[in-house]
């Protein structure tokens, strides 16, 4: 990691601090070599104050230990019927395993404890057949969990849970962490999974809508891909109850938790209930959009004169900002190599998202990129908005001179006497 990797994850820390992030572990990757890696991961969530739950399933443990006891488990999923061998078995194996995760966490100064926070009670028969030890979850119990979070302890939650007369039911892990997320009102359920992939080879796109994430288990033909549909259905029906992001990543994949929460992009499938916002490039199709957006500022000389065809020649340059699937802000890096220095153009936040950030994180998304590209400095031109540059975006006033040669001679033929704003990237 380097420094500006460290900048773009403080961009996230206040609107994550102390938020609740369950993190739903697949039994396969808390046995991967991918595990410890996770373990850090879960660290750095937690030196930024974010709170986490982890609920984690057990099918690959069961799977070992029924082999080892010679049993044939009647389901490992927390699904099917679950008769009293596998649910023998299945107890053996989770707890065995929340204990390890517990021994884990510990390894990286990290404070956990089993929770027995499922409250369940049986299947029952369901289309005529006796789902025998398998549990529905009844509820979940929110204040144990909160005394535990308070304290700044993670819970650990096994795919069990618990009746009132002590009798254990075998549960799903992504339905636990979908009921756990609903009932404390989290922020996002991640899961790290053991499948990533659709039946066939296809990959999930990285955003779906709940309707998409519906539609796509609608469409879902046979048995195959359980692991992966199970977190969609689950994941959309957390999200339809208010819990706002459902991460799927591929747990064998090091470092994903952290890109996925940390970046614009994401590096997994992400569903989204509300609103959902992201920077991303501009493409032909926008460039209409993007000058009704911005003909109001061209017209009041708060923007620059761009016509569709500046736009379209020097398109690689322009970033739209996207809510909720709708162009809402734009931003543009002109890049002058020989200078090493970069201007941030065509800053644009539509009025109906006024001062919500977004024009502080386009600013901040820029900055980003031209370190990346290994700039020394930033430049703007503003005739109304250099108050703003400068308070929140840490620019000051320079001279004209200042400017890259072919910039100043522009800004000289141009006549509209912006002030000229500089920043240094350091
Ligand atoms: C300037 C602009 C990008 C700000 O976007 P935004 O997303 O609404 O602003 P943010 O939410 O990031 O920041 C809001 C803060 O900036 C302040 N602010 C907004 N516009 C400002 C301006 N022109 N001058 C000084 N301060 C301004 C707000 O009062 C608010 O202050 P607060 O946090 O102390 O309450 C937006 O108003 C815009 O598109 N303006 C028209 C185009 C323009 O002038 N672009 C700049 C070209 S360099």
Redesign the pocket.
């Known amino acids: 990691m380097n420094a500006s990797d460290l900048r773009e994850i403080l961009q996230y820390v206040p609107r994550f601090r102390e938020k609740i992030f369950v993190v739903a572990v697949d039994g396969e990757i808390a046995a991967s070599p991918n595990f410890s890696n996770i373990l850090l991961d879960l660290a750095v969530l937690r030196s930024l104050s974010i709170r986490i739950v982890l609920v984690h399933g057990a099918s690959h443990q069961i799977q070992i230990a029924a082999k080892k006891v010679g049993i044939e488990p009647s389901n490992t999923d927390g699904t099917g019927i679950t008769d009293k061998a596998t649910l023998e078995v299945s107890m053996d194996a989770a707890v065995r395993l929340t204990h390890e995760i517990l021994e884990g966490l510990a390894t990286v100064d990290l404070r956990a404890a089993y929770a027995n926070a499922i409250v369940a009670h049986p299947a029952g028969i369901l289309g005529g057949v006796d789902r025998r030890h398998t549990g529905r979850i009844e509820r979940v119990d929110v204040k144990f969990l909160r005394t535990l979070l308070d304290e700044g302890i993670i819970p650990v939650i096994p795919p069990l849970g618990v009746d009132g007369e002590g009798h254990t039911y075998r549960v799903n892990s992504d339905h636990a962490a979908a009921e756990v997320a609903e009932a404390l009102h989290a922020t996002k359920v991640i899961y790290l999974s053991a499948e990533t992939r659709l039946p066939g080879g296809g990959v999930l796109p990285r955003q779906l809508a709940i309707a998409d994430a519906e539609e796509f288990c609608k469409r879902r033909v046979g048995s195959a891909g359980t692991n992966l549909y199970s977190k969609l259905e689950y994941g959309a029906k957390a999200c339809r109850q208010g819990v706002s992001r459902i991460h799927l990543l591929d747990g064998h994949a090091d470092e994903a938790l952290l890109d996925e929460v940390f970046s614009n992009e994401g590096v997994g499938a992400m569903i989204y209930s509300n609103e959902y916002q992201q920077i991303r490039r501009i493409f032909k199709k926008d460039v209409r959009t993007m000058m009704a957006l911005i003909r109001q500022?061209m017209e009041s000389e708060?923007?620059m004169r761009r016509r569709r065809t500046d736009i379209l020649e020097r398109m690689q340059d322009y970033w739209a900002l996207v809510i909720d699937g709708k162009l809402t802000?734009c931003v543009a890096l002109h890049v002058y190599p020989e200078e090493e220095c970069g201007e941030?153009?065509?800053?644009?936040?539509h009025k109906d998202?006024?001062?919500?950030?977004?024009?502080?994180?386009?600013m901040a998304f820029i900055e980003n990129l031209a370190r990346e590209k290994g700039l020394k400095r930033l430049f703007?031109?503003?005739t109304?908005?250099y108050?703003?540059?400068q308070?929140?975006g840490g620019f000051h006033e320079v001279e004209p001179r200042m400017l890259p040669a072919a910039r100043l001679r522009k800004y000289e033929s141009g006549g509209r006497q912006s002030k000229v704003l500089m920043r240094e990237l350091n």
């Open positions: 500022s708060e923007l802000g941030l153009a065509c800053l644009y936040v998202h006024a001062n919500e950030g977004h024009g502080i994180r386009l703007a031109l503003s109304q908005a108050n703003y540059l308070i929140k």
